[in-house]
């Protein structure tokens, strides 16, 4: 995924946070995190990181645990040995061979920016709209519960 503006914030290893994480830029979890996520830029879940939350960025990639929902504008990559329990919407999903996906998905360019807004919405105090969901997408060689 590229970077924006080079700038990454990071939750370490050791680190549990549980509440609203805000990030200008991008963000990488190594550690454990409940509650939202909101970036303006990338988030990249590391294989050691656990996290229970609805996620809204530019990009997601998921080496880790994660239980919740994901919004993105434009990618969201499941690498080998992550685990997604929950929806994503998304303009394109990448399952690589050896991750697992439990959810439902709903993949296209207007869903992921109604979405999108919603989450600007969301993040501004106001009420947004959810889009709706598609059947689970299955890619080959994906596990999908």
Known sequence: MAE???????????????????????????????????????????????????????????????????VVKGRAHLARGGRVDGDITSKSLVVEEGAIFHGQSVMDQQAAAQAAQAGQAAQAGQAGPHPQRAADARPEGARVS
């Open 4 to 70: 924006d503006s080079g700038e990454v914030t990071v939750v370490g290893q050791g680190a549990r946070l549980e509440g609203t994480i805000v990030s200008a830029g991008s963000l990488r979890i190594d550690g454990q995190v409940k509650g939202q996520i909101n970036a303006e830029g990338d988030v990249t879940l590391t294989p050691q990181s656990q996290v229970e939350a609805d996620i809204r960025a530019n990009n997601v990639s998921v080496a880790g645990r994660f239980r919740g929902s994901i």
